[in-house]
T-cell receptor, first 113, second 119 residues
Framework: SQQGEEDPQALSIQEGENATMNCSYK?????LQWYRQNSGRGLVHLIL?????REKHSGRLRVTLDTSKKSSSLLITASRAADTASYFC?????????????FGKGTKLTVNP | DTEVTQTPKHLVMGMTNKKSLKCEQH?????MYWYKQKAKKPPELMFV???????INESVPSRFSPECPNSSLLNLHLHALQPEDSALYLC??????????????????FGQGTRLTVV
């Protein structure tokens, strides 16, 4: 079952513009992570934000987390054509003493050169 | 080595065949996962192994049978699959809860997946 809902489902921008993707979730989390997927292959981890953090940066990426609203956003600044991919948020949940990552529906980002 | 290696990359099998998907990592991760991903959909969790024991089974049909022979290997045995089981199967690994990373979580590393077609 999906925990995260992302919007927009698809986003098309020009190179150099910023891209913002949002994620909402339903239950308590250990942390929230963002992943990127190119052309239906493996997922690549981008950034992890813990439940007690509010903002985190990594290069051109900025992630925010609002646990009171159960939402997160991913901002990619100065986008490049190579950023074209699908982006998924994933919530790290505990179930029966084990952890699992539950993925949102994803945002398909197209960066036009 | 930060790679998760999945074999084969592509697999076509008939509904009466038995096949296995393999996954290997050498990062010392003691949690390993199988996900299934249909086209234009997010990955859906199937199984979680923690310290080589099955800890989560997301109500997956018995025609999918996971196996974790040691801390580096994860297999998914397939038998009597249906065409609707055609999908990208992804393996992932991470440090488990309470392990090296304590209780705050670490990222998962994914393999490139096996694209399975059931005919």
């Amino acid at each position: 079952s999906q925990q995260g809902e992302e919007d927009p489902q698809a986003l098309s921008i020009q190179e150099g513009e910023n891209a913002t993707m949002n994620c909402s979730y339903k239950t308590s989390i250990n942390n929230l992570q963002w992943y990127r997927q190119n052309s239906g292959r493996g997922l690549v981890h981008l950034i992890l934000i813990r439940s007690n953090e509010r903002e985190k940066h990594s290069g051109r990426l900025r992630v925010t987390l609002d646990t009171s609203k159960k939402s997160s956003s991913l901002l990619i600044t100065a986008s490049r054509a190579a950023d074209t991919a699908s982006y998924f948020c994933a919530t790290d949940l505990t179930q029966g003493g084990s952890e699992k990552l539950v993925f949102g529906k994803g945002t398909k980002l197209t960066v036009n050169p | 080595d930060t790679e998760v290696t999945q074999t084969p990359k592509h697999l076509v099998m008939g509904m009466t065949n038995k096949k296995s998907l393999k996954c290997e990592q050498h990062m010392g991760h003691r949690a390993m996962y199988w996900y299934k991903q249909k086209a234009k959909k997010p990955p859906e969790l199937m199984f979680v192994y923690s310290y080589e024991k099955l800890s989560i089974n997301e109500s997956v049909p018995s025609r999918f049978s996971p196996e974790c022979p040691n801390s580096s290997l994860l297999n998914l045995h397939l038998h009597a699959l249906q065409p609707e089981d055609s999908a990208l199967y992804l393996c992932a690994s991470s440090h488990p809860k309470g392990g090296v990373r304590g209780d705050t979580g670490t990222e998962a590393f994914f393999g490139q997946g096996t694209r399975l077609t059931v005919v």
